[in-house]
């Protein structure tokens, strides 16, 4: 399976502000995802990341909040623009490298907005 | 009705212990099927994809019920590194998935 790492791992932002979320993976991947995860929550899937296109969202989450880059086949960056509270969450990027649908998740960047 | 439907949790059971998780699904066009492991603070991990014969690895067996759109994971043996959150999920075509709020196991010595 595909080495993914993020960055931030976690961060702590002040309301109104935006934080960008990068994701890394070893090896050229054929799908990327983004993902929140709130307190006690499963996850939810925020949109696709498609290389050299825009990303595809899903129902409830819009460009302007949450712009997703892709610019290569190895990463992909997440922005939470104009943060509130109600952000305060992990997201996570995951990837699939073949038409199984087996995805694999980085270790997540846990944000918290005061 | 949730797309995908697990089992409340917690469960409690004792090392050595043997419990099983359902998971029922509303998509009957439904095509890919998996359990994740997600332990406390972590990532989720693939645990095991489910095929329609069944499946086993180890002390795991997965099981698909396509007619009664179910599926479900029995742990034999129970370790006290298997507590953790056991997620079901649901693949409906073109990398879309859907994940289940999970089923939170307690092994205890």
């Known amino acids: 399976s595909a080495v993914i790492s993020q960055k931030p791992s976690r961060d702590i932002c002040q309301r109104g502000t935006s934080l960008t979320i990068q994701c890394q993976v070893d090896s050229q991947v054929t799908m990327m995802f983004w993902y929140r995860q709130q307190p006690g929550q499963s996850l939810t899937l925020i949109a696709t990341a498609n290389q050299g296109s825009e990303a595809t969202y899903e129902s409830g989450f819009v460009i302007d909040k949450f712009p997703i880059s892709r610019p290569n086949l190895t990463f992909s960056t997440l922005t939470v623009s104009n943060m509130s509270p109600e952000d305060s969450s992990i997201y996570l990027c995951s990837v699939a490298t073949s038409s199984s649908n087996e995805q694999f998740f980085g270790p997540g960047t846990r944000l918290t907005v005061l | 009705r949730k797309e995908v439907e697990q089992d409340p949790g917690p469960f409690n059971v004792p090392e050595g212990a043997t419990v099983a998780f359902n998971c029922t699904y509303s998509n009957s066009a439904s095509q890919s099927f998996f359990w994740y492991r997600q332990d406390c603070r972590k990532e989720p991990k693939l645990l095991m994809s489910v095929y329609s014969s069944g499946n086993e690895d180890g002390r795991f067996t997965a099981q698909l019920n396509r007619a009664s759109q179910y599926i479900s994971l029995l742990i034999r043996d129970s370790k006290l590194s298997d507590s953790a959150t056991y997620l079901c999920?649901?693949?409906?075509?073109?990398?879309?998935?859907?994940f289940g709020a999970g089923t939170r196991l307690f092994v205890k010595a």
């Open positions: 999920v649901v693949g409906t075509g073109g990398f879309k998935t859907i």
